[in-house]
């Protein structure tokens, strides 16, 4: 990475593990910001605009190869700009130029070059740049002297073609809403697509001509479209694929964790690095399909995953890091991996050597990726067949293994704290919670809930995105707000935590007041947010969730249970309705999105239950028993007398509502509710109508 030896730049001033990679490059590199802007305006210069984050593989390598070289150094200085990105605190800047990159017709990805006027628009762009012609590119020092040139005898033509791409992008965003809602049939059609696409071999989606990415909110969809219509092929398929991540090369086998592809059909051999969003929604995928199944198989993964990002992810701050990389002493994978013989010292037994498929010959480069072989089988119709004592004797060889890893040299870890990455961690822990009744999970949400409200949320509902070494910074996007909107309301749900009820609803009046558009969506970036040239529109369920399907879960939830200031349902509607061209053509690309319309699709359930005098112990388990119920469509609230006739005047479904002479049961389908019960047997009949 940066070489100390050299001279730093102005980037040793920044708190980004990645742009502090760069900092002792040669290259003098700007931070994004004013100063950067009004340089290339002064001095007639365009901007090389290099965006990526610290894990990534390929940006090491641009580094390396270009970024370290005081020849190509000496030529960005003197004809160029150059300001380097995280891409992971400002996702809002990244978002813009990568549909540039996609509407000049070149595939995306990181690192993310791009080659700006001094007024932000963009001219020219790719991702990774050789330093010599190979791979059917242009070498970077090629494309610098070709973009220079273009810059001194072409001006006006760069100048207005990239005129013309901005305004491209801006009423690209902005796209007329026709106000007509999908149909129905829309959910049907996206489930056939995925039993198109499924691997019945291998498990998973063939939606990539080579790797293959963690389907995990696919699984989400699945599972709930099972429960919902008891199809079996759906939840076979989030079945099998949830056990073949597992037993791949993807999943770490020894010290647990998912990575963030497998570059195969097979789930084998992964790109190595670990990113927090990625065993996030794994998790939360893995904790409906317990409920789906009650397979304790899934519960373990979760306790597993959990217990790494404990280990290996937790600050002393309170937060939870960002990634680690799959880099480590300049190779990839090195930490991962075993030759035959280290791993026989260790575990000498065959039978575990084959559990794990260890050979001399290894599966990747002479070593051994650890994976566990299911080819031929399917787990979901044939079930998960290991006898216990054999399990235990896989939990202490894997307690073994990992003290023997620790004394390796470790990948880098960004320990940056991004919030919409450390709520959706927030939400997998409440997911688990819910499932397994382990109050371990729900105290882990609320220490890292009670440090995003306390370093990371204004008084007035205001969200930062990022935080590290003391240091809140940059306006939270539109998925930092929504998921911190979700879990508080799901504290609120699952933990009656009225404060985290009361936080969240501040933070949503922010959201309503500062990104919401005139076509349906809301904005990705905050109004106020002057830096950039265009304000984007996101539905697109890449990594994890967009802002615009989390929102629809939110509103369904709130709409539920009676949240009146707002008229949520059309606020759905016209999210549904802006995405309808994209849920109709591309579903698989908005599987969060479908699942929040599914639900929309469907009749609420609600229950409401409403206590006095009744201990802590004895609510804990009516709260266990109402989530253990498997309908996806079912909304639930638990509140002591006084706080549901506090929150009465803005929760419809607890307006008159009372504990009578201890507990009172209340069951509706949209918010028609039958004569009150004081007993669950009677009450739970009720819901199984």
Same mark, same amino acid.
């Given at each position: 990475?940066?070489?100390?030896?050299?001279?730093?730049?102005?980037?040793?001033?920044?708190?980004?593990?990645?742009?502090?990679?760069?900092?002792?490059?040669?290259?003098?590199?700007?931070?994004?910001? =004013?100063?950067?802007?009004?340089?290339?305006?002064?001095?007639?210069?365009?901007?090389?605009?290099?965006?990526?984050?610290?894990?990534?593989?390929?940006?090491?390598?641009?580094?390396?190869?270009?970024? %370290?070289?005081?020849?190509?150094?000496?030529?960005?200085?003197?004809?160029?700009?150059?300001?380097?990105?995280?891409?992971?605190?400002?996702?809002?800047?990244?978002?813009?130029?990568?549909?540039?990159?996609?509407?000049?017709?070149?595939?995306?990805?990181?690192?993310?070059?791009?080659?700006?006027?001094?007024?932000?628009?963009?001219?020219?762009?790719?991702?990774?740049?050789?330093?010599?012609?190979?791979?059917?590119?242009?070498?970077?020092?090629?494309?610098?002297?070709?973009?220079?040139?273009?810059? /001194?005898?072409?001006? %006006?033509?760069?100048?207005?073609?990239?005129?013309?791409?901005?305004?491209?992008?801006?009423?690209?965003?902005?796209?007329?809403? @026709?106000?007509?809602?999908?149909?129905?049939?829309?959910?049907?059609?996206?489930?056939?697509?995925?039993?198109?696409?499924?691997?019945?071999?291998?498990?998973? &989606?063939?939606?990539?001509?080579?790797?293959?990415?963690?389907?995990?909110?696919?699984?989400?969809?699945?599972?709930?479209?099972?429960?919902?219509?008891?199809?079996?092929?759906? +939840?076979?398929?989030?079945?099998?694929?949830?056990?073949?991540?597992?037993?791949?090369?993807?999943?770490?086998?020894?010290? #647990?964790?998912?990575?963030?592809?497998?570059?195969?059909?097979?789930? +084998?051999?992964?790109?190595?690095?670990?990113?927090?969003?990625?065993?996030?929604?794994?998790?939360?995928?893995? =904790?409906?399909?317990?409920?789906?199944?009650?397979?304790?198989?899934?519960?373990?993964?979760?306790?597993?995953?959990?217990?790494?990002?404990?280990?290996?992810?937790?600050?002393?701050?309170?937060?939870? =890091?960002?990634?680690?990389?799959?880099? *480590?002493?300049?190779?990839?994978?090195?930490?991962?991996?075993?030759?035959?013989?280290?791993?026989?010292?260790?575990?000498?037994?065959?039978?575990?050597?084959?559990?794990?498929?260890?050979?001399?010959? #290894?599966?990747?480069?002479?070593?051994?990726?650890?994976?566990?072989?299911?080819?031929? /089988?399917?787990?979901?119709?044939?079930?998960?067949? &290991?006898?216990?004592?054999?399990?235990?004797?896989? @939990?202490?060889?894997?307690?073994?293994?990992? =003290?023997?890893?620790?004394?390796?040299?470790?990948?880098?870890?960004?320990?940056?704290?991004?919030?919409?990455?450390?709520?959706?961690?927030?939400?997998?822990?409440? *997911?688990?919670? %819910?499932?397994?009744?382990?109050?371990?999970?729900?105290?882990?949400?609320?220490?890292?809930?009670?440090?995003?409200? /306390?370093?990371?949320?204004?008084?007035?509902?205001?969200?930062?995105?990022?935080?590290?070494?003391?240091?809140?910074?940059?306006?939270?996007?539109?998925?930092?707000?929504?998921?911190?909107?979700?879990?508080?309301?799901?504290?609120?749900?699952?933990?009656?935590?009225?404060?985290?009820?009361?936080?969240?609803?501040?933070?949503?009046?922010?959201?309503?007041?500062?990104?919401?558009?005139?076509?349906?969506?809301?904005?990705?970036?905050?109004?106020?947010?002057?830096?950039?040239?265009?304000?984007?529109?996101?539905?697109?369920?890449?990594?994890?969730?967009?802002?615009?399907?989390?929102?629809?879960?939110?509103?369904?939830?709130?709409?539920?249970?009676?949240?009146?200031?707002?008229?949520?349902?059309?606020?759905?509607?016209?999210?549904?309705?802006?995405?309808?061209?994209?849920?109709?053509?591309?579903?698989?690309?908005?599987?969060?999105?479908?699942?929040?319309?599914? /639900?929309?699709?469907?009749?609420?359930?609600?229950?409401?239950?409403?206590?006095? #005098?009744?201990?802590?112990?004895?609510?804990?388990?009516?709260?266990?028993?109402?989530?253990?119920?498997?309908?996806?469509?079912?909304?639930? $609230?638990?509140?002591? @007398?006084?706080?549901?006739?506090?929150?009465?005047?803005? $929760?419809?479904?607890?307006?008159?509502?009372?504990?009578?002479?201890?507990?009172?049961?209340?069951?509706?389908?949209?918010?028609?509710?039958?004569?009150?019960?004081?007993?669950?047997?009677?009450? $739970?009949?009720?819901?199984?109508?």
């Amino acid at each position: 990475m940066a070489n100390l030896s050299k001279k730093p730049n102005r980037l040793v001033h920044e708190k980004s593990p990645y742009l502090l990679q760069h900092a002792h490059n040669p290259v003098d590199w700007f931070p994004w910001g =004013a100063e950067a802007f009004e340089n290339a305006q002064k001095e007639d210069k365009i901007i090389l605009l290099s965006i990526g984050y610290s894990t990534c593989h390929w940006c090491h390598v641009m580094e390396r190869e270009s970024f %370290e070289d005081d020849s190509t150094a000496e030529v960005l200085n003197r004809d160029f700009v150059c300001i380097k990105l995280d891409r992971e605190e400002r996702p809002d800047i990244d978002k813009i130029y990568m549909d540039a990159l996609h509407a000049m017709g070149t595939q995306g990805g990181w690192p993310l070059n791009m080659f700006l006027t001094p007024t932000k628009e963009p001219i020219l762009g790719g991702t990774y740049f050789p330093p010599e012609n190979r791979y059917g590119k242009r070498s970077f020092k090629e494309v610098l002297r070709l973009v220079s040139d273009a810059w /001194k005898n072409q001006r %006006e033509e760069l100048i207005t073609a990239a005129t013309d791409l901005t305004q491209y992008l801006r009423d690209n965003e902005t796209r007329p809403n @026709e106000g007509k809602v999908p149909a129905k049939e829309i959910i049907e059609k996206n489930f056939e697509r995925y039993v198109q696409v499924y691997d019945k071999e291998f498990f998973g &989606f063939k939606t990539n001509s080579v790797n293959k990415f963690p389907p995990s909110m696919a699984l989400s969809f699945l599972t709930e479209f099972y429960l919902l219509k008891k199809d079996p092929r759906a +939840l076979e398929m989030a079945f099998n694929t949830a056990y073949a991540m597992k037993s791949g090369g993807i999943y770490d086998q020894v010290g #647990g964790g998912i990575c963030r592809y497998a570059t195969d059909h097979e789930w +084998l051999v992964p790109h190595f690095e670990k990113m927090l969003y990625d065993n996030s929604l794994y998790v939360e995928a893995l =904790a409906l399909l317990y409920k789906a199944t009650e397979e304790p198989f899934f519960l373990e993964v979760i306790r597993e995953i959990v217990t790494y990002i404990r280990r290996d992810m937790t600050l002393g701050s309170g937060g939870i =890091a960002s990634a680690e990389d799959a880099d *480590s002493e300049g190779e990839e994978g090195k930490f991962y991996i075993w030759n035959h013989s280290e791993f026989n010292q260790i575990v000498p037994e065959e039978e575990i050597q084959g559990f794990w498929n260890v050979t001399e010959e #290894g599966n990747f480069e002479h070593q051994n990726i650890l994976h566990v072989y299911w080819k031929g /089988k399917n787990p979901f119709v044939d079930g998960i067949q &290991f006898k216990p004592e054999f399990i235990n004797k896989i @939990e202490k060889t894997k307690e073994k293994l990992l =003290a023997h890893r620790s004394q390796r040299i470790r990948p880098l870890r960004d320990d940056k704290v991004l919030t919409s990455w450390n709520c959706l961690w927030i939400r997998a822990l409440l *997911s688990a919670y %819910e499932v397994s009744g382990d109050t371990e999970y729900l105290n882990d949400a609320k220490k890292i809930y009670r440090f995003i409200t /306390k370093q990371l949320v204004g008084d007035d509902g205001s969200i930062l995105r990022r935080f590290r070494e003391g240091e809140a910074k940059y306006f939270g996007t539109l998925p930092d707000y929504t998921e911190f909107i979700w879990v508080s309301m799901k504290l609120f749900q699952l933990d009656e935590d009225i404060e985290a009820y009361e936080i969240g609803k501040k933070s949503l009046d922010y959201v309503f007041a500062n990104f919401e558009s005139k076509v349906g969506p809301f904005y990705e970036s905050y109004h106020g947010n002057e830096d950039l040239i265009v304000r984007t529109i996101e539905g697109y369920d890449g990594v994890e969730p967009s802002g615009n399907s989390t929102i629809l879960h939110l509103f369904y939830l709130l709409f539920s249970i009676g949240y009146k200031k707002v008229d949520l349902q059309k606020k759905a509607n016209s999210i549904f309705a802006y995405f309808l061209p994209e849920l109709t053509q591309n579903s698989l690309s908005y599987p969060s999105m479908i699942s929040a319309f599914q /639900k929309f699709q469907y009749p609420s359930k609600e229950v409401l239950v409403v206590y006095k #005098g009744y201990d802590a112990a004895e609510i804990k388990e009516i709260r266990k028993k109402l989530s253990e119920l498997k309908d996806p469509n079912l909304v639930w $609230l638990v509140l002591e @007398e006084s706080n549901a006739k506090a929150l009465a005047p803005e $929760l419809e479904l607890l307006t008159g509502r009372s504990a009578g002479s201890g507990i009172l049961y209340y069951v509706c389908r949209n918010f028609s509710c039958e004569l009150p019960k004081d007993n669950w047997e009677e009450t $739970l009949t009720l819901i199984q109508q």
